[in-house]
């Protein structure tokens, strides 16, 4: 995790608004680093108890140093929580999808949060928008044809 936030104004990474959609351990990390980039970013979860607990400071889960820096944004208002898709359609000009990708009895990965999320965003762009995934493949992963995830509407 980074010591010190880069500035807005950085040429190399200028300052963008972006959301991270789904808050577990990587999802949460993420947006906190993200801020401590000196990103804007609204992060989104399904789970609104998850939204609360971050919105009010309090980590959902322990990653060291990870509070503090959680507060040191939320009080700059650099990073806020939300469960609202169109807020976060209309608020990050990149989407990162932080969501789960657990495991099937099969041994493929299960893509339904990604879809899910994605179809919850797509309705509510008017613009093109990119949106990495966080993926890690799993055994049996390999090999196996993973549908791509929905297209998001003008991207
Ligand atoms: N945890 C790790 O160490 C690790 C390491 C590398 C890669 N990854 C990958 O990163 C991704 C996320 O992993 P994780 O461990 O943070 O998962 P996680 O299960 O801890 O968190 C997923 C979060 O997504 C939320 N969610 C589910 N459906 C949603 C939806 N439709 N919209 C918004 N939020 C939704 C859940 O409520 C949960 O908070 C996975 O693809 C995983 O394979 C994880």
Known sequence: MPSHGREPDDETCPAMRVTVLGIGHV?????????????SVLALDVDTSKVASAGNGRAPLYEPRLEPLLRKHLAAGRLRFTADYRAAARFG??????????LSANGHVDLG????????????????????V????GHGA??????????????
């Open 113 to 132: 949060q990604v879809r899910a999320a994605a179809d919850a965003l797509a309705p509510h762009l008017t613009e093109s928008r990119c949106g990495p």
């Open 27 to 39: 999802g949460l990390v993420h947006a906190v680093c993200m801020a401590e980039f000196g990103h």
């Open 142 to 155: 390999r090999g196996s044809r993973a549908d791509p995830p929905a297209r998001t509407r003008g991207g």
């Open 134 to 137: 966080y993926r890690a493949t």
């Open 93 to 102: 000009k990149l989407h990162f999808l932080c969501v789960g990708t657990p």
